[in-house]
């Protein structure tokens, strides 16, 4: 079965503050890939990052942070001086596979992060 | 810029309505999708598409019927809306390897 956990149910932070928001997952393909998205207030989920499982080097993007461990089955994400604009629902997801073949993704129950000035 | 677009962003209706939620996209993507989110539960997929007239079940496709007579629209049916059916629903669509969804912007749906 595949799966996706995101155990933190909220985060409260004060701004400037680091912030690490977790994921595990369980699948038995050997290849898959793993996703963040994050949905402001607005509603729509916006694509962060996506990462394919042959590739576990940890990659920057300005403020943001992801440690992919294999080992341990994470796909953590870490935001560097968080600020008000980073509140948000965070979701993580795997890929699985349909009957067709097709991907299909699997979604966590998010995390909601609330970034206070 | 890239769209998925859903037409209602807001939209009561009531028990016992037939109720459609409609989903185009621009980017000419094979794979689409109807999710529905609730608090709690994040994201429950309802439907998928890969092609025109083709679909398959999600995990949570009781009380709902979809539609894809063309590539780039993909409506989901609320047969016989509920209040159970009172939710979050997003539409998402893709190309056929795992590159990410690009999401459109929901339909909060409420059933009274």
């Known amino acids: 079965a595949q799966k996706v956990t995101q155990a933190q149910t909220e985060i409260s932070v004060v701004e400037k503050e680091d912030v690490t928001l977790d994921c595990v997952y369980e699948?038995?393909?050997?290849?898959?890939?793993l996703f963040w998205y994050k949905q402001p207030p607005s509603g729509e989920l916006v694509f962060l990052i996506r990462?394919?499982?042959?590739?576990?080097q940890n990659e920057i993007s300005g403020r943001y942070s992801w440690n992919f461990q294999k080992s341990t089955s994470s796909f953590n994400f870490t935001i560097t001086a968080s600020q008000v604009v980073d509140s948000a629902v965070y979701f993580c997801a795997l890929s699985g596979r349909f009957t067709s073949g097709t991907y299909k993704y699997i979604f966590g129950t998010g995390t909601r992060l609330k970034v206070l000035a | 810029d890239v769209k998925v677009t859903q037409s209602s962003r807001y939209l009561v209706k009531r028990t016992g309505e037939k109720v459609f939620l409609e989903c185009v996209q621009d980017?000419?993507?094979?794979?689409m999708f109807w999710y529905r989110q609730d608090p709690g539960l994040g994201l429950r997929l309802i439907y998928f598409s890969y092609d025109v007239k083709m679909k398959e079940k999600g995990d949570i496709p009781e009380g709902y019927s979809v539609s894809r007579e063309k590539k780039e629209r993909f409506s989901l049916i609320l047969e016989s809306a509920s209040t159970n059916q009172t939710s979050m629903y997003l539409c998402?669509?893709?190309?056929?390897?795992?590159?990410?969804?690009?999401f459109g912007s929901g339909t909060r749906l409420t059933v009274v």
């Open positions: 699948t038995r393909d050997t290849t898959y890939y």
């Open positions: 998402a669509s893709s190309l056929p390897q795992g590159y990410g969804y690009t």
């Open positions: 990462r394919n499982s042959f590739d576990e």
């Open positions: 980017m000419d993507h094979e794979n």
